[in-house]
């Protein structure tokens, strides 16, 4: 009978063990020292080797990747220019001449501060290195234009510049001969993006207030980028008129009939954006 209770007894103890060893196993708060410990071990070596990966498979690869197309349209517009300008210089001559300049290195700086952090793959960068390579040869600081087309280059997607200049061809093809004289005078044009004709009696005598087209909608996010740049900007025009009552139209008393017309106005630095997008894409 003794004998018999011992085996009941650890038999006990061995379901009490085996109980606890589940309890642990289902509650992590109540891990063991030493379990707590190799969980601890084994994230912090999981978080090391995802933040190697992040660093050497996605941020390397890439800034170097972006890297490659800003230089690759530097030193072709550098070569470029080199032609019209400097017709005896070497390429080792040119650098060596920017090298030599502040100016120019600190907007080689910057640039390439930009492309590392733009938000396309292969346009942007592109257009960082056209327009930095005209404004280093030049020596002299970015203007305010340049510096919104900068920021416009690192900001949109490729997917945002394949919209932008799809849109301005398409935009273009349809300008009036007056307008394309303008647009040649001026180097800036107003394109219709909405039109609305409204109504209501004279004896009502008013008409209620409309917003404006949302330009995310209407273009693209591309448009609500370069409206907060300054590089396009929204203008509204109303027209007003009465139109007489006419039984024959069904018009039983005077109207006043008022035409909204809402239009995106560009700026010159928004066709050279265009223009550069259209070159780094050709380039691709």
């Known amino acids: ?83 019209d300008r400097y017709q005896s210089a070497s390429l080792d001559d040119l650098l060596d001449r920017l090298d030599a300049e502040d100016e120019s290195t600190s907007t080689l700086f910057d640039a390439y501060r930009r492309v590392c952090l733009s938000a396309s793959r292969d346009v942007g960068p592109r257009i960082i290195g056209l327009l930095t390579a005209v404004v280093v040869l030049e020596n002299r600081s970015a203007t305010g234009g340049e510096e919104r087309m900068f920021q416009a280059a690192e900001l949109l997607t490729d997917a945002d510049f394949a919209e932008l200049v799809e849109y301005t061809r398409a935009k273009q093809e349809k300008l009036s001969t007056e307008q394309g004289e303008q647009f040649a005078q001026h180097g800036y044009v107003s394109y219709v993006v909405d039109e609305r004709v409204d109504e209501v009696k004279t004896t009502q005598g008013h008409f209620a207030s409309v917003s404006p087209p949302n330009l995310g909608e209407v273009l693209g996010i591309w448009g609500l980028r370069l409206n907060a740049l300054c590089l396009i900007y929204e203008d509204r025009r109303e027209r007003f008129r009465i139109e007489n009552a006419d039984s024959e139209r069904y018009r039983d008393e005077d109207m006043h009939v008022r035409t909204i017309t809402d239009y995106v106005v560009t700026t010159r630095e928004y066709h050279r954006l265009v223009a550069l997008a259209e070159r780094a894409i050709a380039s691709l």
């Open 1 to 83: 009978m003794p004998a018999q209770r011992s085996s009941t007894a650890n038999g006990d103890g061995r379901l009490l063990n085996y109980r606890a060893n589940i309890h642990y196993l289902g509650n992590p708060m109540a891990l063991t020292p030493l379990a707590a410990t190799l969980v601890s071990s084994a994230k912090s070596a999981a978080v090391s080797k995802v933040q190697a990966f992040v660093k050497q498979k996605v941020i390397e690869r890439w800034s170097r990747y972006r890297a490659e197309r800003f230089f690759e349209s530097f030193l072709d517009e550098v070569a470029k220019q080199a032609d």
